[in-house]
């Protein structure tokens, strides 16, 4: 069974939207602002203490912090959030530079405890639904930073339960902001494509934090097709404005759709035909058979790889 289409079922397997899929069933900065200029008794802040469904809500231990002091280092940003529970520091390519301030302003704060997520949030005040708290360096005191926690729910969104989920008209979305979220995701994809009945964030196991990708169910093949043949499509909402990669979800226990596994031993099929005029999965010796005949001799077969992102591979002809 696929693992991103079982997490959908095992997230949200409620839903009507899902009846039946047992048969189908991977740094950066982005989206922060720096509030170094924005005064903290803005009459527009306020506490997030009210907010009830706070103390309710699961995090992600992974939490972004953007708009740091240039001169903080990482023992200094480890004192300022210690009071919330262990932690470590981390940032891009932290290890391979050997650096010990953050290169670009921002960094992510791995919590031992989502407890302390909870503790850090309720500890923020708010100024147009961002979160802020002041931390210090050895030159600036009290600089406002951005905190931005990763809220679970936010993984996954379906747009219309009514719609039949196909993962074979699923696209792969590479390159997401991770502030993006899975419901702006399914809006953005639906106003472009319409169609859209499921969108999803990928996100790493452990920290259950984005990584950069996503996944977006359609309902019928029309905007399926018209998806994967734009092949990019600009992700625009709020403070994000990028340009991003779309590809047909390649699924990993898919038989060959032209001879059913009676020519690879019932084995699954490692090709995906991504041209339009294919869309199937194919073995190596049917690739071969239908990818020689003329027209079709430039296809390209995508295969799954580690990091759940299809990848073009070159085929050697026999």
């Not at 969108?199 to 990708?213: F, H, R, V």
């Not at 092949?231 to 625009?236: D, G, K, N, P, S």
């Not at 020519?263 to 239908?290: D, R, S």
Request: glycine share 6%.
């Amino acid at each position: 069974m696929d693992k991103f289409l079982k997490r959908i079922k095992n997230n949200i397997q409620r839903k009507p939207f899902f009846q039946g899929i047992d048969d189908h069933i991977p740094e950066e900065a982005g989206g922060f602002v720096d509030s170094s200029v924005m005064p903290m008794n803005s009459p527009t802040r306020s506490s997030p203490h009210s907010q009830n469904s706070e103390s309710v809500e699961r995090f992600s231990r992974k939490v972004f912090v953007g708009g740091l002091p240039p001169d903080i280092d990482e023992d200094e940003i480890t004192s300022s959030f210690r009071r919330f529970g262990p932690l470590v520091v981390d940032w891009p390519h932290k290890a391979e530079s050997k650096s010990y301030f953050p290169p670009k302003g921002y960094a992510f704060l791995l919590f031992q405890d989502e407890s302390s997520v909870q503790q850090l949030i309720e500890a923020c005040i708010t100024d147009e639904d961002k979160l802020y708290l002041c931390v210090s360096s050895p030159t600036i005191k009290d600089k406002p930073v951005q905190i931005r926690p990763w809220r679970l729910s936010d993984a996954d969104f379906v747009l219309n339960a009514s719609m039949p989920l196909d993962p074979r008209k699923t696209v792969f979305v590479g390159g997401v902001p991770r502030p993006l979220k899975a419901f702006e995701l399914a809006m953005i994809m639906d106003r472009l494509y319409g169609g859209v009945c499921y969108a999803g964030i990928d996100t790493d196991p452990e920290l259950k934090y984005p990584k950069g990708a996503g996944r977006v169910a359609f309902a019928n093949q029309q905007s399926y097709i018209a998806a994967i043949s734009a092949r990019f499509v600009q992700l625009q909402h709020g403070d994000i404005d990028k340009r991003v990669e779309v590809k047909p979800y390649v699924l990993d226990d898919q038989m060959c759709d032209e001879c059913q596994g009676q020519l690879c031993g019932g084995k699954f099929a490692p090709f995906f035909c991504a041209n339009v005029t294919c869309l199937q999965y194919y073995c190596e010796q049917c690739w071969a058979t239908i990818h020689s005949k003329t027209g079709r001799e430039y296809h390209k077969p995508l295969v799954k790889e580690g990091a759940d992102r299809p990848r073009a591979v070159p085929f050697r002809w026999c």
